[in-house]
């Protein structure tokens, strides 16, 4: 999960939005929680008086976290963790917290990873520090749980006939980037719109990855180790994450009465602030520089209080968690 990039350079997505969102918080430690190519990392390390604790489950972004390591020493560390994982961080001095959950260039045009469709040969989608691969999905799956997986994760209208030819196609031979791909656009054949493997694609990344309970865990996880007065700023590029995340924010900074013939709220706490109601987009130029980002949304909230449970946070997608977590048939 790394900044989303166009076809021929690294751009860190809604950069200057996020840049004015922190600014007045430097002097300090900022959480880079998905840092792919570094981007992010480097914008805020400009200032002398910022440090940045950078974390990625992809192990191959080390390359780009030597160059920065090499520039500025001790003001810079990387760790290969989830952020689900981010509780693991002890600073005192934590100013912001920071997720993109794009994928990088380098990591979609490696076709030997099995990310895109455009891939050649054994599925994979890995992002590091997995259990299982997509070709262990598609190979061991039961129709009804690729079902689930392809219509919930993936908002799939053919989830249906997609999970019952792949089932019927892997009884005579092994499924591969190409064959899926052709199965799909064999249900799919009449239909226009982007490319007909999106969803599918989309569906089983988030499944290989368990990016929902990540995403989740990795939320609640920033509010805990963050000061009050920090703020989370989270880069989503589809509506399932972007559901998840304005959830989060919009349940905790809203004081809600227990019933609604009571004159007064019963839960006097509020543990975020949320200055802004509507996600911030990406502008005209960036897109035309950057078509991929046309998807991307930025949401912010500023931490008022300690002692959130986020009880409704966690069972309002523990249906999506469930999903994570169906069993292989063999």
Known sequence: MNATINLEKHFPVLLNELVSIISPLYGGTFIDCTFGAGGYSEKILEEISNNVIALDRDNSVKRFSTKLQTKYKKRFKFYNLKFSDIDQIKDKNIKAVIFDLGYSLNQISDLNRGLSFKSKGKLDMRMGLNDFSCDEVISKMSQQNLYKIFKFFGDEKYAKPISKKIVKFRESKKINTQSLVEIIESIKKNKGGKNKSTKIFQALRIFVNKEISQLIKGL???????????????????????????????????????????????????????????????????????????????????????????????????????????????
């Open 220 to 330: 609640i996880n920033a509010y805990t180790i963050l000061p009050i007065g920090g703020v989370i700023a989270v880069v989503t590029f589809h509506s399932l994450e972007d559901k998840i995340v304005k959830f989060f924010f919009k349940e905790y900074s809203e004081i809600k009465n227990s019933s609604r013939y009571l004159p007064y709220s019963t839960s006097p706490k509020k543990y975020f602030n949320t200055t802004k109601k509507k996600p911030i987009v990406p502008t005209s130029s960036e897109i035309k520089i950057n078509p991929p980002s046309r998807s991307a949304k930025l949401r912010f909230a500023y931490k008022l209080e300690n002692g959130c449970d986020f009880e409704n946070f966690i069972s309002n997608f523990n249906y999506l968690i469930n999903i994570e977590n169906l069993s292989f048939d063999v």
